[in-house]
Nanobody, 126 residues
Framework: QVQVVESGGGLVQAGDSLRLSCVASGRTGSGYHTGWFRQPPGKEREFVATINWSGDSTIYADSVKGRFTVSRDNAKNTAYLQMNRLKYRETAIYYC???????????????????WGKGTLVTVSS
């Protein structure tokens, strides 16, 4: 089993920045992709970004391109989501998820991940 834990959520103002962290532990095997998702209040969960194990391939949702950056430090088993110029409507629970390296990274676009964290709340005030 793989455990995924997010951290770094909090209350910020619109236009501010915030960095989320995601630590994976347990039987991660040879490697894993990491995906970030969010669920705004009353809405369905949506894809935000994903990064492959080696860190040389990333995919972003159109809504966050140019503002969010996903990265990872495999020595620390940690992935990050740097969020800049946050918008009020981006208030949501942000989830991190991991998937086996054998799975295509594009699967993250439709939420096909193997292990999920419990989420961290990001509140953006106007």
């Amino acid at each position: 089993q793989v455990q995924v834990v997010e951290s770094g959520g909090g209350l910020v103002q619109a236009g501010d920045s915030l960095r989320l962290s995601c630590v994976a532990s347990g039987r991660t095997g040879s490697g894993y992709h990491t995906g970030w998702f969010r669920q705004p209040p009353g809405k369905e969960r949506e894809f935000v970004a994903t990064i492959n194990w080696s860190g040389d391939s990333t995919i972003y949702a159109d809504s966050v391109k140019g503002r969010f950056t996903v990265s990872r430090d495999n020595a620390k088993n940690t992935a990050y989501l740097q969020m800049n110029r946050l918008k009020y409507r981006e208030t949501a629970i942000y989830y991190c998820a991991a998937s086996a390296e054998a799975r295509p990274i594009e699967d993250a676009r439709v939420g096909l991940m193997d292990y999920w964290g419990k989420g961290t709340l990001v509140t953006v005030s106007s």
